[in-house]
């Protein structure tokens, strides 16, 4: 089966929301405005985990295939959901403004994203609202930065110590090659 | 039969509570300690690790502790944090398995094959029969060698210290024909996108058979050392409990959801590779603790070789990898022959292929649960984002949960009961 003969087969909308079809896999795109109200929504219909939540930079490739209504915005916030009893999964991704870098958290649904959300903030940068702990988890409460943008050139800083002197303290000085200094 | 009544406890609105979890920061904690002498707090904060011996690897805990109570408690990581992430995005498709290897050390086979699956799926290809089975047999052997390496550390952690030298001993026979077949002991970069690396080498059957005659007898040991002992049973049994509800909850898979009674395993449930052609059980747990867990993961050691048997009957000929010259690069003896093979093969390991546009997540069962791949393609040779959804990671938060109320001295007994493998964790 392609992809074209399910998307045919299926209705352009669920739950209200836009949906897509990638490699025979479904994809949901609400708003950031239906995206906790969605996620409820599907728990109540039986995807009872919440398995993954990342986010994609795409500040380097803005063309994308979305569908109708939906705007590409720089960042995307991407949550895998699955329904044991249906033996399924959906994938939920959010469109999320570089200006204004903030999406709604899925904690009060499923506690077990705390920590993939502040994976989120701590690589990407994008806040988490109704999240319990806004903080870091894999880099120091200190590190200045989000490397997993696309704008965060990799392996171009020297590594930071607490206290030391002369280390970077702007993007500007992340992206600059070390023999510049 | 005698129903024992259970207090009826809201798990998800204890959960959200947050009762048990320290949310605190470094500053925070260390202004903490400061206080404490002046204040009428009963409280103290315990660090344990990064370096303590019993937290596998280089997790730290920050403990609140109530005289020998845990009230309290952070799993603080990203000691290991290497952005492997980032690194990806730099690496062609081809060199994918070779960092993605390197996440869950005691279980490699796993990243690669869930990375692999990701890719082949974006590239729409089908690998050949026997590199399907070939896959079968190296993760069923790594599920042997993962959970023989938790009997050994666990063991360690609680005391039954010869237990370590048994869990190893049988590890490293596994590992040994690993790296018969791959060159390595660990990261072994054998599953690739399009087949497996190479094909298993002569004398392999002879390797496994040897191997699953050997083994059962030494789980056989490990039962009568361990699983009726009753210092064993008193150290394990009621510790560390986890109901269904707080599982699911918190987005716990593997042997930690299986403890509580749901049965759920990808390789059944979902299968993937030819895991529907064989016969295997699930096991399942009852009370969620700390036994739980463990009897699981060693029932799953017996269960992994029924399988490996049925992959020694059905194991096919043919090609180990796909002949899409797009994907496969030339055979060896071609390129001393042919201008255009070593052209394709240069190209091949230079450029890299191109992978058509689009998104995937793929996930398997490894031994410590869900174990996801979720790749972005942009039409180029190197993925535009490759994020692993790693079962420690996320399993590692059930840890204050089930600390809360326990004994210091139970806290061991617990982190080495969820098995963490802090590579996949940090990342």
Redesign the interface.
């Known amino acids: 089966m392609s992809d074209g003969d399910v998307a045919a087969a299926e209705p352009e909308s669920a739950y209200g929301v836009p949906i897509s079809w990638?490699?025979d896999?479904q994809i949901l795109h609400p708003s950031r405005e239906q995206y906790l109200d969605l996620v409820a929504a599907l728990k109540d219909d039986g995807f009872?985990?919440?398995?993954?939540v990342?986010a994609?930079?795409y500040l380097?490739?803005p063309e994308?295939?979305l569908p109708n209504g939906v705007v590409a915005e720089r960042f995307e916030v991407?949550a895998?959901l699955i329904s044991?009893r249906d033996?399924r999964?959906v994938?939920v991704r959010v469109q999320v403004p570089a200006d204004d870098p903030t999406c709604s958290s899925l904690w009060?649904l499923?506690?077990?994203?705390?920590?993939?959300e502040r994976?989120v903030f701590d690589?990407f940068g994008i806040t988490f609202d109704g999240h319990?702990?806004m903080?870091?988890?894999?880099?120091?409460?200190d590190w200045e930065g989000h490397?997993?943008r696309k704008d965060y050139a990799?392996g171009r800083i020297p590594v930071q110590f607490k206290g030391a002197e002369g280390r970077a303290t702007s993007m500007g000085q992340m992206g600059s090659s070390p023999s510049a200094r | 039969m005698t129903v024992i009544e259970e207090p009826e406890v809201d798990h998800v609105a204890r959960l959200r509570s947050g009762r048990g979890v320290l949310r605190m920061s470094e500053v925070v904690a260390a202004e903490h300690g400061e206080r404490l002498a002046d204040e009428d707090d009963e409280t103290m904060l315990v660090n344990m690790g990064p370096q303590h011996p019993s937290t596998h690897g280089v997790l730290r805990l920050m403990l609140e502790m109530r005289g020998e109570q845990v009230v309290r408690s952070k799993p603080i990581v990203g000691y290991l944090h290497t952005g492997m992430e980032k690194t990806a995005e730099d690496l062609t498709y081809l060199q994918g398995p070779t960092n993605v290897t390197r996440m869950d050390y005691a279980s490699p086979f796993f990243t690669e094959l869930a990375f692999s699956l990701a890719t082949e799926k974006l590239l729409g290809i089908e690998v050949p029969e026997r590199a399907v089975w070939i896959r079968m047999l190296m993760s069923e052997l790594n599920r042997i060698s993962s959970h023989l390496l938790f009997q050994a550390t666990n063991g360690m952690d609680i005391g039954a210290v010869s237990v370590m030298i048994y869990g190893w001993r049988d590890r490293e026979d596994v590992l040994r024909f690993f790296e018969k077949v791959t060159g390595l002991r660990m990261n072994h970069n054998y599953i690739r996108p399009g087949g497996v690396a190479a094909d298993l080498p002569d004398g392999w059957r002879d390797d496994v058979l040897h191997l699953l005659d050997q083994i059962p007898p030494h789980l056989e040991d490990l039962d009568v050392l361990l699983s009726g002992q009753p210092i064993w049973r008193n150290r394990l049994q009621g510790v560390g409990v986890i109901s269904t509800a707080e599982a699911l909850d918190l987005g716990a898979t593997g042997p930690i959801l299986r403890s509580t009674g749901y049965d759920w395993d990808l390789r059944r449930d979902m299968p993937y590779l030819a895991y529907d052609q064989v016969d295997f059980d699930v096991v399942v747990g009852t009370f969620g603790d700390c036994y739980d867990r463990y009897a699981i993961r060693l029932n799953e050691i017996r269960e992994s070789i029924r399988i490996v048997r049925q992959i020694l009957d059905r194991m096919p000929a043919g090609d180990y990898k796909i002949q899409d010259k797009k994907v496969t690069p030339p055979p060896r003896a071609r390129i001393d022959e042919s201008m255009e093979a070593l052209i394709h093969h240069f190209k091949i390991f230079t450029e890299g292929y191109k992978v058509p546009e689009g998104e995937v997540y793929v996930a398997v069962e490894s031994p410590r649960g869900e174990l996801g791949c979720y790749i972005v393609s942009d039409g180029s040779s190197k993925p535009y984002r490759m994020h692993v959804r790693g079962p420690s990671f996320v399993n590692l938060q059930c840890l204050p949960h089930m600390m809360v109320d326990g004994l210091i001295a139970d806290t061991v007994a617990v982190i080495s009961s969820v098995d963490p493998i802090m590579g996949e964790v940090d990342r």
Request: glycine fraction near 2%.
């Open positions: 990638s490699r896999q009872v985990m919440c398995v993954d990342t994609v930079d380097a490739a994308r295939s991407v895998n044991h033996r999964r994938r009060p499923h506690a077990g994203v705390e920590a993939l994976e690589l319990p702990d903080t870091r988890i894999l880099l120091p409460e490397p997993l990799i």
